[in-house]
């Protein structure tokens, strides 16, 4: 497989595509925690910058975004329609941009500049690797990739002392889809490896989903066991492996945290 996880950043990179691969970005938030009270500087000049170093480094030709470019719903506040046409516009001059339209990217085509390729939430797939948001079943086409990216998780693993004190991670998760699922679903015999890859948000403002937590079963793939969360592997941002979720909860139960 020749996937990295780049090391303290949301984001992973398929060499022999020459891939980068993001998801979760969110732009306009600010401006949603802004009507509560929080004032916060807008983060798409720290996104921009994370990005242009991240293309540079690892000399990717296109960019992946795995869905949620924009965060209100229905519709786009005036910081999105202002800042995502300059965003991609500006990354576009770095590097192919693909998008996979998430839950939150109603109204996304009418932002994005003529040389951007929007998917729909079904994603697409290049060779043997495929790309979807999460938030709805994937494309037939994604069952003949041996690789599967999503996004819409946001995937975290929460850590909580005997005093109560929390602290959350992010986390990359690695597992597989059901095949029996997978084609009882699409009436289909043939299917590829169905490794799955869950990206975390590349914007750390939004929080994330607590995996610890058995309730929580975001997305048609895991509310319809075609992928198994306590299977599958987490890992740290840092690289750390944590191991299986199943494990984890064991362990953190044994210790009584």
Partial sequence: MQVKFLTDYPAAFISEEKMLVISDIHIGVESELGKLGVRI???IEKFTSVLDKLIEETKADTLVILGDVKHKVPGASMQELRDIPKFLNHLSTKAKIIICKGNHDDFLEKLIPANVKLYGSKGFRKGKYGFFHGHAWPSKALLKCDYIFMGHLQPAVEFRDKLGYR???QVWLKGKMDEKVMKKKYKTNKTGKLDVIVVPSFNPMLGSLNVMA???????LLAN?????EEMKAYLLDGTSLGMLKNIRKKFRMYNI
Avoid: C, M
């Fill in 41 to 43: 500087h807008k983060q």
């Fill in 167 to 169: 602290s959350r991670q």
């Fill in 214 to 220: 058995k309730k929580n079963l975001s997305g048609p």
């Fill in 225 to 229: 066991n075609a992928v198994n969360l």
